[in-house]
């Protein structure tokens, strides 16, 4: 190896001097735990006695335990109708935003506004709006149109639909995104559609989602991952009921190792959770890529 | 040089208000939750029961502020969040400058490694890390203090050195060759040129952690058990635990106070948001 100058030495010295909160938190924190965590799956560990090991039994349990499929399929369920659900509200208000209209940068801070606050204070908000007696929505709904409304977070049906509504006030962040990319597409390329006389919607469909499609992709993988990891709603709203509908993948991981403390089992459910996103990330970003190339061949 | 970005320019009458009917018919929608939240709070329980229901308080019970820190310890929330996020945003935000710094700035051996692993752990989901880590600290006797959750802050954040990086890049190397002829460490470099230069990051990087600690449940709920200690989010979930039935009045009155310290900071600072939020978009 060469040897490295005075000045060089310095400079890598300074690097680690720089980086070590970080490293010391990546070892204690993230990569020991990481490692830790991938042997307690493979273990029996309660916390009180020691660990010991069980080879593979935590992931066959796993999959002959109904709750877990119960947990996994309620999460799924939600995630599917939230991810489309966000992407298409922000992508509506960002694009409706981004023409000329007086009190843009107001609007878009209305619209931004109710996102920042969540957790604790909007699910209790929400929990109250929805409330089938005295909440307001079922309140109007009989008031003006005389319809008995459904029982949001009370019925097993509506529980997770309910959830996914939640999100309209959440997605402030998305808009933002989605709205700053429509603000920086060149200018040309619409006109030149205009001169060729195509509608509105058609230059939306044939350049506007064409050119913001990695935008649309970082964000439909963000609310996914996000979706998949789903829990102070249903812990503040429904303690996972009614009849576990609303028993997410992460709530059934709190209770498994902060209730029953069954570490391992749970840093088992923690590596499946793990290597359902993994592959999720995988397979969204290997569908978009035929996406993007199909729209390119087709010009 | 400017590039010319597309708005729809020519709009016909019709269209126009078609987009103006929806985005203000829009943004009613969005601001009603929070309304109603504030509406609520200010009735009594028999209004809240009444049928039909009042859009307005008949009398605006502003008591129900004052009967929250009553029933329960609010202002000991509060001001545990306060400390709380204060300490940890301060930590995240300082130590997450540095090491961007040194990935931004410093040439070492092994940095594009080690910035992979910075990007690799952003992907790895919390739940992975979450049970090693509370049977470290429960080993440590740290659970039931404030200790699991502050410490972390002090080892920096994998997502805020990524902001912060990318905002160091776009920072002129010509400083650097400055300070260097002149003779001075990179800490001078650090300190005198990059963190000077670089506050409108720090704010950025502050109000997205900010968000994040104050809303946070999962953490204080794993590692506190003392009422006393708890930070806002916590107390706010355990608020109707003294009650029979729900005082949705009361509640509604103690979460408007839990989201207010977060709501005025946003009106005072929503440049920095939005730009985060683009920054970490966009480059993403």
Request: with cysteine.
């Amino acid at each position: 190896m060469r040897k490295l100058s005075l000045a060089m030495k310095r400079e890598e010295q300074s690097f680690w001097l720089f980086i070590a909160p970080w490293f010391i938190g990546f070892v204690c924190f993230t990569g020991g735990p990481i490692l830790f965590s991938l042997l307690l799956s493979f273990s029996e560990y309660n916390v009180i006695s020691s660990p010991k090991f069980a080879g593979v039994s935590n992931y066959s349990l796993l999959f002959g335990d109904r709750l877990f499929y119960k947990s996994l399929f309620v999460t799924l369920y939600y995630s599917v109708m939230a991810v489309p659900f966000t992407i298409l509200t922000s992508l509506i208000v960002a694009v409706l935003l981004n023409h000329r209209i007086k009190g843009q940068a107001v609007l878009r801070t209305l619209y931004y506004a109710p996102s920042i606050i969540s957790g604790v204070a909007v699910s209790f908000l929400w929990s109250w709006l929805l409330n089938p007696q005295f909440g307001v929505v079922n309140s109007v709904l009989y008031d003006w149109f005389g319809i008995q409304g459904p029982g949001w977070f009370t019925s097993p049906g509506t529980v997770v639909p309910s959830m996914v509504l939640m999100q309209l006030t959440a997605s402030g962040s998305t808009m933002v995104i989605f709205l700053a990319a429509l603000q920086s597409l060149p200018a040309d390329l619409f006109e030149a559609a205009s001169i060729e006389g195509a509608s509105g919607f058609t230059k939306f469909r044939k350049i506007t989602v064409p050119l913001i499609s990695p935008v649309i992709l970082f964000n439909t993988i963000i609310s996914m991952i996000g979706s998949l990891q789903i829990f102070t709603e249903a812990y503040v709203i429904t303690k996972g009921g009614p009849d576990w509908n609303s028993y997410f993948y992460v709530y059934y991981l709190f209770d498994t190792a902060f209730k029953q403390f069954r570490m391992g089992y749970a840093s088992a459910q923690a590596w499946i959770l793990f290597l359902l996103i993994f592959a999720l990330t995988l397979v969204s970003l290997w569908g978009s890529k035929k996406f993007v190339h199909y729209e390119y061949d087709s010009k | 040089m400017k590039r010319k970005t597309y708005r729809h320019d020519k709009l016909s009458l019709v269209e126009k208000i078609i987009i103006y009917v929806l985005l203000y018919g829009g943004v009613l929608l969005f601001a009603f939750p929070l309304f109603w939240m504030l509406s609520t709070s200010l009735k009594t329980m028999g209004e809240i029961h009444r049928v039909p229901m009042t859009w307005l308080p008949a009398f605006w019970q502003w008591n129900n502020y004052k009967q929250i820190f009553i029933d329960a310890p609010m202002s000991r929330f509060l001001w545990n969040s306060l400390w709380y996020s204060g300490v940890t945003v301060a930590a995240v935000v300082f130590t997450s400058s540095m090491a961007a710094f040194a990935f931004a700035r410093l040439r070492a051996r092994g940095s594009l490694i080690l910035f992979g692993l910075v990007l690799s752990t952003m992907m790895i989901p919390s739940q992975v890390t979450l049970i090693p880590q509370y049977l470290l600290f429960n080993k440590l006797h740290w659970t039931g203090t404030y200790l699991p959750l502050v410490i972390p802050a002090f080892t920096a954040s994998s997502f805020t050195i990524f902001l912060m990086r990318q905002f160091y890049l776009g920072i002129t190397k010509e400083l650097d060759e400055a300070v260097k002829i002149d003779g001075g460490s990179h800490f001078t470099m650090y300190f005198r040129i990059l963190i000077p230069l670089s506050m409108p990051a720090f704010a950025t990087a502050a109000i997205l952690e900010l968000i994040s600690r104050w809303n946070d449940l999962f953490g204080p709920l794993i590692y506190l058990n003392d009422m006393t200690k708890y930070p806002i989010s916590l107390g706010l979930a355990n608020f109707t635990a003294a009650y029979g039935a729900t005082p949705w009045n009361l509640l509604m009155a103690a979460s408007l106070v839990a989201i207010l310290p977060l709501l005025l900071i946003f009106f005072f600072a929503q440049k920095y948001f939005i730009q985060g939020i683009v920054v970490s978009g966009s480059k993403g």
